[in-house]
């Protein structure tokens, strides 16, 4: 009898041991095909193929009074590793009469019909096989409608039964990110300067690569701690010159900045106009119109002087191959500031978020200052840096670097290659002391 209740003891041990095994096998399968899934909102992940046209079809709710059949829209992410992925449609919006759709990525279509007497808000699309880590471009177009606009849309459900990786897309608008995640990611150039030095005078050479001068883009070349200066492409027809110095009062409202705290305009230039900025930071700005050329190499000279009275004198002039002479920008005064010229920098931004799925680069090169006994000393180290969009891992496409023509900084365009931020990078010392006059200048 003994025997027999050890057999049926061990027996059962067995089966519970086996049960057991069986349950965690179970839950390790049910695991593995547990979805991976993100919602992708369309407001800050989707450019329209119009870009710049006037009537907008993307708003903070998605795409939304789509009517025009030529328009399409492409919606970006970064995926880490390859995999397996399903498209779907959530937050469908409000349907009239019939429409069809055309989904597709790497120039595999998939095609859904819509019609009003569908009560679904979320719709399947399909499956694509991403084959490699990178960005993905998913193009949305509409080829049929029996009413005016297509279907409205708010977001996308990408998800997987076996991907294990990340997908790097603007998650939300806490921030303002829709905004700025579909500006992409600004980028700098911090060259590296001694300390205690009294830097009165700061040169740089900057040069925009033929067929990077996208519209939206502000290539800041004299970055300083208390402002800015650069060129911009402000339109197809509008080039500018743009020099600005914050006020030491913060805020984003010029208007609310205090008489005791507000920039003052010394002088200016021929035809360059002056006022105030505000929205992100204000102050005083100056910029001249001025049609510079991809391809031409343009001079950057800023001058900070403290005036012994509590405030400093900021000084900008741009010298163009076109016209081989130093020109005067503006020179502005600034109130509750001490300070020789500190933290020079450059750096690379768009300010037209429906541009952002557009790449731009510049590249700068023959970096020096001039101390106040009128010493040259060349920089030749630079530090990268990036914008929150960049450290947040909404925007991977943005890098920095050094190649045989200077430092060079590039970002949009959704392209795969980053740079982490906090590389350094040194570049041969080219000895080419600038050849100011200063006496003469304007």
């Known amino acids: 009898m003994k025997k027999v209740f050890y057999l049926f003891f061990a027996l059962l041990l067995v089966s519970i041991s086996y049960a057991s095994t069986s349950n965690g096998l179970a839950k390790s399968r049910i695991d593995k ?94 499956n694509w096989k991403i084959d490699k ?42 921030g303002g990110f829709y905004h700025w995640g579909r500006r992409g990611a600004s980028v700098h150039m911090n060259y590296q300067a001694p300390e205690n030095v009294n830097a009165e005078w700061y040169y740089n050479e900057l040069t925009v690569p033929v067929g990077e001068d996208k519209i939206g883009s502000y290539f800041m070349a004299n970055g300083f701690g208390e402002g800015y200066f650069g060129i911009q492409v402000n339109s197809a027809k509008e080039r500018r010159v743009l020099f600005s110095v914050w006020s030491p009062f913060t805020t984003d409202d010029p208007k609310s900045i205090p008489e005791s705290h507000k920039i003052k305009l010394l002088k200016k230039g021929e035809n360059v106009t002056t006022g105030e900025f505000g929205n992100e930071g204000s102050g005083g700005q100056s910029y001249l ?62 300010f037209i978020p429906e541009q952002g799925d557009f790449s731009r680069k510049v590249v700068f090169n023959n970096q020096w200052y001039c101390d106040d006994k009128g010493n040259w000393n060349e920089l030749n180290t630079a530090k990268f840096s ?51 006059n200063f006496s003469s200048l304007p």
């Open 289 to 350: 119109k001025y049609n510079w050329i991809a391809g031409n190499t343009y001079k950057f000279l800023l001058r900070g002087k403290p005036e012994g009275n509590n405030s400093t004198n900021y000084t900008a002039y741009f010298f163009a191959p076109e016209t081989g002479e130093w020109k005067l920008i503006a020179s502005f005064n600034r109130p509750q500031t001490n300070t020789y010229l500190t933290r020079f920098h450059s750096f690379l931004e768009n």
């Open 33 to 126: 095909e547990a979805d991976f899934k993100i919602s992708i909102p369309l407001a800050g992940n989707a450019y329209s193929s119009l870009r710049l046209d006037r009537n907008r079809t993307i708003s903070n709710n998605g795409i939304e009074n789509w009517s025009n059949p030529e328009e399409y829209f492409t919606v970006y992410f970064r995926v880490s590793k390859p995999g397996k992925f399903q498209v779907a449609i959530e937050d469908l919006g409000l349907i009239s009469g019939k429409s069809e759709l055309e989904f597709s990525i790497n120039n595999v279509s998939k095609t859904i019909k819509l019609d009003a007497s569908s009560s679904k808000k979320t719709i399947s699309v399909g």
């Open 386 to 436: 990036a914008d929150d969009t960049a450290r947040r891992g909404y925007r991977m496409d943005y890098s920095g670097g050094l190649n045989e023509d200077g430092f060079y900084l590039k970002n949009g365009g959704f392209y795969n290659e980053y740079t982490i931020p906090g590389a350094l990078f040194t570049r041969p010392f080219t000895n080419k002391k600038p050849i100011v």
């Open 133 to 174: 880590e990178g960005y993905v471009a998913l193009v949305i177009k509409g080829t049929n409608k029996t009413e005016k606009n297509f279907p409205a849309m708010n977001r996308l459900a990408i998800s997987s039964a076996e991907f294990d990786g990340k997908i790097a897309y603007v998650p939300n608008n806490e």
